[in-house]
């Protein structure tokens, strides 16, 4: 039963979610946690329940301990996926999910709380022991269970105090209020939310009515740098209790984040990024001129990296590794002197007879692509999402496959030589096996010409009349109609995507 003061709370604190479009896959959670009677709330940002809805923000739910089974069984009826931190990221009691909503291909993070872990966003050293009461005071409202405004207030200001008012925090820069952080506090400080927010702290011990009021005064504007120090420690001693690690070693690894999280950015270009729970995924698209290839690795690029670690690869024409650097650099010295002639790229498909530094180019580019499906291999193995536009596998595309053996035929005498490097571009070749996920738009040879007018008529009616008869069951690839619409076609790849991570 909701008593009358607690539906005054909530109006303060949940906001009209007809301001964003709410999701349908948000709606269809909140209605199952609901039906199976799951006890939980949306734990914070309850003045922000609109960006919540609309997946423009994560959700931040506590859940308890007791149906943390039910509540995962919950996620994974609906197709979250759940994904891991790194190391350094990891918390206890802390889990991560991902949900894709299929109306608006947007993303949602569930960020799910078994225990409130809160603190300095580098270390997040404590954790409040208040989970029990804290879900006992939530309320159902129009969307999400929010938890009485009073216990939202406490914990609230106990967050901004570690992180924002500790001399270390202020020492590396972290002491203002975010701007949203800000209209969070002015939502809940009201004189009626102050006077019951008084109750809570029995909740928490050593923490007085005195010194919760200076942790108050502490966050407003103008509150002196030496007031907010003396506020920040008093906090600290008063949950040591609470803490997960010494304060010396909390101090020690705020320090040391805050170093080496730019260097890893900056020097080494490394972002943490989550990564799916149940492995990575190698995923390769394929098709005729025009059919999108590109276009697709790149939307999907853009969806998904985001949020996860994904590296986008090209085995059609794949980077150049240091060996074939060195031996293309001394078969381009003996053009320039002309010791032989340019006998054109491995990429080009009309053959007439060649000599060995075409060969050699060959067996370069059969090298290049092995490594990269190596490399590919090895991310997802890793965890990694790898997009790898085209493909080289027996039967399609010969311009991505085996070339020597088809020049030989062609030479008049083949040297020992000849052989060797056939034999050697065939090996590489022989040990590309095929993606976890074969996708392959499928397009008309007559809309592909029309698409791709600035190339030979002949090469892309051939290459795309390949893709379009061949019989694909054989290889369990996923066909995609590439005929329709372009926003169609990469919904259907999204979901496809999705259901495979």
């Known amino acids: 039963m909701i008593t009358l003061d607690r539906q005054v709370a909530l109006q303060k604190n949940q906001k009209n979610t007809s301001q964003l479009p709410t999701l349908d896959l948000i709606v269809k959670l909140c209605n199952a946690l609901a039906d199976e009677e799951i006890n939980y709330c949306h734990w914070k940002s309850n003045a922000a329940l609109d960006r919540s809805a609309s997946g423009e923000n994560d959700l931040d739910l506590l859940v308890s301990h007791i149906h943390k089974q039910r509540f995962t069984e919950i996620l994974c009826g609906l197709d979250f996926k759940e994904a891991l931190s790194s190391n350094e990221d990891e918390l206890p009691g802390v889990r991560d999910y991902y949900g894709y909503d299929l109306k608006t291909g947007r993303l949602i993070h569930v960020h799910a ?6 603190g300095s966003d580098l270390s997040k050293n404590y954790r409040l022991p208040l989970e029990k009461v804290y879900l006992a005071s939530a309320v159902q409202g129009d969307l999400f269970r929010v938890p009485a405004p ?38 809940l400080l009201t004189p009626e939310i102050m006077v019951r927010s008084l109750s809570v702290l029995q909740h928490i011990p050593g923490l007085s009515r005195g010194l ?14 030496w007031v907010r120090i003396k506020v920040g420690e008093q906090l600290q001693k008063v949950l040591r209790c609470n803490a997960r690690y010494s304060h010396l070693t ?58 996860f670690g994904v590296t986008k690869l090209h085995m059609g024409k794949p980077d150049w590794s240091w060996v074939t650097i060195i031996l293309r650099g001394i078969l381009k010295i003996g053009t320039l002197l002309r010791l032989y002639p340019f006998e054109g790229e491995v990429y080009e498909e009309v053959l007439q007879p060649h000599g060995l530094p075409w060969f050699i180019r060959a067996v370069c580019t059969a090298r290049d692509r092995y490594l990269t499906y190596a490399r590919a291999l090895r991310l997802s193995s890793n965890g990694s999402l790898v997009l790898c536009d085209r493909f080289s596998f027996p039967g399609f595309m010969a311009m991505d496959g085996p070339q020597c053996e088809r020049a030989i035929s062609s030479l008049a005498r083949a040297s020992w030589l000849h052989h060797f490097l056939a034999k050697l571009e065939l090996s590489y070749y022989e040990q590309i096996q095929y993606p976890d996920l074969l996708i392959v738009l499928r397009l008309k040879p007559e809309l592909a010409i029309q698409r791709k007018r600035d190339e030979s008529e002949v090469s892309v009616r051939a290459r795309s009349t390949e893709v379009w008869e061949l019989d694909w069951t054989q290889k369990s690839a996923f066909v995609m109609d590439a005929n329709l619409q372009r926003q169609e076609v990469i919904s259907r790849v999204r979901a496809l995507v999705w259901a495979h991570l």
């Open 250 to 307: 909390d101090v020690v690894v705020k320090f040391t984040r805050r170093l080496w999280q730019p260097i890893q950015r900056r020097v080494f270009v490394y972002e943490s990024k989550h990564r799916i729970a149940s492995g990575g995924l190698f995923i390769a698209i394929v098709g005729g001129d025009g059919a999108g290839k590109t276009t697709m690795i790149e939307e999907l690029f853009f969806w998904l990296s985001g949020k």
């Open 113 to 118: 709380h078994f225990q409130l872990i809160l």
């Open 212 to 225: 919760f009021e200076e942790c108050v005064q502490a966050l407003q504007p103008g509150c002196s740098l």
């Open 150 to 187: 009073e216990f939202e207030f406490v914990v609230f200001v106990i967050r901004m105090i570690l992180k924002h008012s500790t001399w270390d925090t202020i020492l590396m820069r972290h002491g203002r209020l975010s701007p949203s952080e800000r209209r969070e506090l002015d939502s």
